[in-house]
């Protein structure tokens, strides 16, 4: 698919240093420091320096094992002037899974903190073959590195093309079988420009980077686009509730994001209603939030809204407006601004208005395809250049988008369908219940029923109170014919829910 060109590849933390370089672009919130727009160019610069010294190539893999921390951002805009594509790795995954990853990518250099390492060098014997990535600590030897380039002039940019790869960033399954999602220049800069339309963010907003930075949420939601315009983010550690409101507070966050999951912690922590005038709304996404849980947002005073986005595209792709997002709420809104987008029914013909399809999508905010797999790449892509997302939405009158759930997690119960991220949003809701999934299991007289997989709160919440509420908001064929209690629910390195373990411990139970 051709899509538009631009004159040349915009650096945003280059030209806002030049136009406003005092502005502040990175606020460390564990250690209060400041970074304004010329000190992150310039360690850019120096990161850039750095890297060519090593003899890191264009095209080479550089590969990044940390925590959300500074030098991520100076380091990304280093590779971005090198020509180099940026690896950031899953510091939850094992080490056999790592090293999946790593055999994949085939990094030259990785950079890791003291944390970290003992994972690295695990991961790093379970390669299979190839020559090991060269290894540097980024406590230790990075600075020292960095000292020795402060003076040099970093070597010319090369000529580069806007679907030239910046980023890998991998996605889990439960296959085991990696995916490198190559993300291009023009993925990065119009998705950055179609959000802050859709979205209204400007210069003056403020916002965090929460998500692990091996997530695009970490990178693609806020921390890419906000820079583009000149904006400020705050970097965070791991997810604590309080800490997390306070930092909100602190630093005059406008707008952050979180998963469902977020939100119920904070509503339970002691910060939970607290005055925050700066912050426009909440923004959430990564699964289906429950009933309850928008209300009391909603009831402590805050905005919400809900969104949907993926690695290979966007990864904003609706844009809404509070009105909308609560007058039909679980909605996700209209399509983000250069985003097409079309609902595919089972047969093949376009899904019509409020039926329920495959949602597809194409624009220049769009992945590349598949590190050095092009059959998995045509697998999700059709002949005329539209990606499947094997996500499953409606589209109502107005053009108002309902996301459904996934295709592959649909099950038919007596001709019936059922999406089980609806039945699980209502389970959620269910006083006791932590955490649930449902997946469709055989059956005899239905040829699938769902079976809810739950973490509850205490053994007083049993399989009649749970049905019996769900049978108050449900159809009774959508109702779960089996509950399993368990103490947590089977989960990916990366922390997605893992439903193929999911159904060998229904089937053991």
Request: net charge negative.
């Amino acid at each position: 698919m051709t899509y538009p060109q631009l004159p040349d590849l915009f650096d945003p933390v280059a030209w806002w240093s030049t136009v406003d370089g005092t502005r502040t672009a990175i606020i460390d919130s564990a250690t209060a420091r400041r970074y304004s727009y010329r000190e992150v160019d310039r360690d850019a610069d120096r990161w850039h320096a750095l890297l060519a010294r090593q003899r890191v190539q264009v095209g080479d893999r550089v590969g990044i094992l940390a925590q959300n921390r500074y030098d991520f951002i100076p380091m990304f805009f280093g590779c971005i002037r090198l020509g180099a594509i940026l690896v950031p790795l899953n510091w939850r995954l094992s080490g056999v899974e790592l090293a999946r990853v790593l055999g994949d990518a085939e990094p030259d250099v990785v950079f890791c903190e003291d944390a970290s390492r003992a994972l690295l060098e695990e991961s790093l014997a379970h390669v299979d073959g190839g020559a090991a990535p060269r290894v540097f600590d980024l406590d230790h030897d990075v600075p020292t590195m960095q000292r020795a380039v402060a003076d040099e002039v970093a070597p010319r940019c090369p000529d580069r093309s806007q679907d030239d790869t910046t980023m890998l960033l991998y996605t889990s399954g439960s296959t085991g079988v990696p995916k490198g999602v190559m993300l291009p220049h023009r993925q990065l800069l119009w998705n950055a420009m179609a959000t802050t339309i859709g979205w209204r963010l400007g210069a003056d907003d403020i916002g965090p980077a929460a998500t692990p930075f091996f997530h695009t949420g970490g990178w693609h939601v806020f921390t890419t686009t906000l820079l583009s315009r000149g904006g400020a983010i705050v970097l965070m550690g791991a997810f604590e509730p309080a800490a997390y409101l306070d930092v909100l507070d602190r630093y005059g966050v406008t707008v952050t994001f979180g998963v469902p999951t977020q939100f119920a912690m904070m509503r339970d922590c002691a910060g939970w209603g607290r005055s925050l005038p700066k912050l426009r709304w909440f923004f959430s996404g990564g699964a289906p939030c429950p009933q309850g849980t928008k209300d009391l947002v909603r009831a402590a005073g805050y905005g919400f809204r809900e969104g949907y986005g993926l690695t290979e595209c966007g990864p904003n792709c609706f844009a809404t407006n509070e009105q909308t997002a609560f007058e039909k709420d679980g909605s996700t809104g209209w399509p983000i601004p250069f985003l097409q987008m079309r609902l595919r029914a089972d047969d093949g013909s376009l899904a019509g208005t409020d039926d329920i399809g495959e949602l597809e999508l194409r624009g220049p905010q769009m992945f590349s395809g598949y590190f050095r797999s092009p059959d998995k790449t045509a697998d999700v892509m059709t002949a005329d250049g539209w990606l499947r997302t094997g996500d499953l939405a409606s589209r109502d009158a107005e053009g108002v988008h309902r996301i459904r759930g996934r295709r592959k997690e649909m099950f038919i119960s007596g001709g019936e369908n059922v999406f089980p991220g609806e039945v699980e949003a209502v389970l959620l809701d269910c006083p006791g219940v932590i955490e649930a999934i449902v997946i469709g299991v055989p059956d005899v007289r239905w040829g699938e029923v769902g079976c809810a997989l739950i973490v509850r709160r205490d053994a007083a919440l049993d399989e009649g109170k749970v049905t019996s509420e769900a049978r108050l908001r449900l159809a009774g064929y959508k109702v779960p014919k089996r509950v399993v209690f368990v103490d947590a629910i089977p989960r990916l390195g990366s922390g997605k829910i893992d439903r193929r373990a999911a159904a060998m411990l229904i089937a053991e139970c």
